[in-house]
């Protein structure tokens, strides 16, 4: 460094950056240190450095930018690997297809399997497309590389950052592409509902899509948490896989499993409250408590997802582990 702090200041500005860290704010105690020395504390150098540039100060508008500057680099991306977004729009498809086969065999004998149409039921099956699309596009990108984030140090890159470091880590990367796969379950939907011939009000359909918004928040909570084991497993990959692979039974109604998976799917990994209640709602079963209720719990997931990362970071040693 060039210029040299006093060793009170030093001191002081240490024992700041000791004291926020306790709390997880390893980012606002990078900066408070750095104004704490009056501006004596080294530079990072990066290969993405020019990007610091659009980091430098906490004030309002700042987390609009960043978001807007996320977004811009993930088309370009995409725009430079136009295959891989028809490829997206093709396994959508076929995924679609192969959740819909089954139930087409099973209503080929019967008009209603427990009090659900064959149009109910591809309602559900376009609800749960559209949750796949959103968490491919969204949570997916950043929770694989959770592990990389935390076992290579790139975390510290991360941290160092004048950015909310829990929303940067979840939200930095953005696949446009994967959400052509909710086209195909938004068409299912539109089919499922003309077939079913619901005709719901508009407090049902405002409750649906409370509903939904609700279960793809609740389901990216619990996948983004089983990413945050990798400050103390080798990997979290296998249980985000196992995860993936639990989304795909909510492509049909909750009431065709038994009562204890029906609890799992309500609760542990909520990806009911995604596809089945929705659609419960454009059939008319609509309660204003249930869906308050469902807030104050998402809420405490919410804050319990906060501290399992505050958590995480204390016994987080940086790239030097």
């Known amino acids: 460094m060039d210029q040299r702090c006093s060793a009170d200041r030093l001191r002081?500005?240490?024992?700041?950056?000791?004291?926020?860290?306790?709390?997880?704010?390893?980012?606002?105690?990078?900066?408070?240190?750095?104004?704490?020395?009056?501006?004596?504390?080294?530079?990072?150098?990066?290969?993405?450095?020019?990007?610091?540039?659009?980091?430098?100060?906490?004030?309002?508008?700042?987390?609009?930018?960043?978001?807007?500057?996320?977004?811009?680099?993930?088309?370009?991306?995409?725009?430079?690997?136009?295959?891989?977004?028809?490829?997206?729009?093709?396994?959508g498809v076929l995924e679609v297809a192969v959740a819909i086969v089954p139930a087409l065999l099973i209503f080929g004998r019967t008009d209603q399997v427990h009090g659900w149409s064959i149009g109910e039921v591809l309602m559900v099956t376009g609800a749960a497309q559209l949750l796949n699309a959103f968490l491919a596009a969204v949570i997916t990108p950043n929770q694989s590389k959770m592990t990389d984030y935390i076992r290579n140090g790139d975390l510290d890159l991360i941290l160092i950052r004048p950015a909310p470091a829990q929303l940067f880590a979840a939200f930095r990367w953005f696949e446009p592409a994967a959400l052509?796969?909710?086209?195909?379950?938004?068409?299912?939907?539109?089919?499922?509902?003309?077939?079913a011939?619901?005709?719901?009000?508009?407090?049902?359909?405002?409750?649906?899509?409370?509903?939904?918004?609700?279960?793809?928040?609740?389901?990216?909570?619990?996948?983004?948490?089983?990413?945050?084991?990798?400050?103390?497993?080798?990997?979290?990959?296998?249980?985000?896989?196992?995860l993936a692979t639990l989304l795909t039974a909510g492509r049909y109604p909750l009431a065709f499993y038994p009562a204890a998976v029906r609890t799992i799917f309500l609760s542990l990994v909520p990806i009911g409250l995604?596809?089945?209640?929705?659609?419960?709602?454009?059939?008319?079963?609509?309660?204003?408590?249930?869906?308050?209720?469902?807030?104050?719990?998402?809420?405490?997931?919410?804050?319990?997802?906060?501290?399992?990362w505050l958590a995480g970071l204390r016994s987080y040693s940086g790239a030097s582990s």
């Open 180 to 195: 052509l796969g909710a086209l195909s379950g938004l068409a299912v939907l539109i089919v499922g509902w003309l077939q």
């Open 12 to 91: 002081a500005a240490t024992a700041l950056v000791v004291d926020l860290r306790r709390w997880g704010g390893i980012a606002v105690a990078a900066w408070a240190a750095f104004l704490q020395c009056g501006g004596c504390v080294m530079s990072v150098s990066t290969s993405s450095g020019h990007r610091f540039d659009k980091l430098r100060t906490l004030r309002f508008g700042y987390g609009w930018r960043v978001a807007r500057a996320i977004v811009r680099q993930a088309l370009g991306r995409e725009v430079q690997f136009r295959a891989q977004a028809w490829t997206t729009l093709a396994v």
């Open 197 to 242: 011939g619901l005709h719901p009000s508009p407090a049902g359909v405002l409750f649906a899509l409370g509903w939904f918004v609700l279960g793809c928040a609740a389901v990216a909570l619990i996948w983004v948490n089983l990413g945050y084991l990798a400050f103390w497993l080798t990997s979290a990959g296998q249980l985000q896989e196992f």
């Open 274 to 308: 995604a596809t089945t209640i929705p659609v419960d709602a454009l059939r008319g079963r609509n309660s204003l408590p249930e869906l308050i209720i469902a807030v104050l719990l998402l809420g405490v997931l919410a804050m319990i997802t906060r501290l399992h």
